[in-house]
């Protein structure tokens, strides 16, 4: 992990204890972060390979990739907070700024489409009702 170190760092790993069950999935997702400081939003894709309700582990083909970021799901319909804990072999060990629904991550664990979070998303199906 980068030595830089801030509050959302922090965040992550006060977060350190595991209290989820892991779920294994192979489904992609857009992140969002910025570049150059705040000049430059850029995109790149995670393939996330298991999730719970406070984080995630994926790869990349992105080595850019900071320590903080956005996950986007749907159309941008919904975002979610996260920092990196731990880089190891392009493994990417990722901590949610805060808790997921369970219903969320047990619907993301579950997809068959490994696309289906990169299209438009009907947020009651992703149990994200009245929050995206």
Sequence with gaps: MSSRRNYLTKLAFE?????????SCNVLVHVLFT???VRQVSQAQLRVLDISESGLMATSHRSDIPDHFFISIGDHQYHI???VVHRENG????????????????V????ADPFALLEEIRPALY?????A
Excluded: Y
């Excluded at 977060?15 to 779920?23: D, P, T, Y």
């Excluded at 493994?91 to 047990?106: A, C, M």
């Excluded at 993301?108 to 997809?111: E, I, V, W, Y």
């Design 108 to 111: 993301f664990a579950s997809l």
């Design 35 to 37: 570049l150059k400081g």
């Design 127 to 131: 149990g994200l009702e009245g929050l």
């Design 15 to 23: 977060q350190e204890s595991r209290n989820w069950v892991r779920r």
């Design 81 to 83: 907070g996260c920092a």
């Design 91 to 106: 493994v990417l060990h990722v901590r949610f700024i805060r808790e997921q629904p369970t219903v969320f991550i047990n």
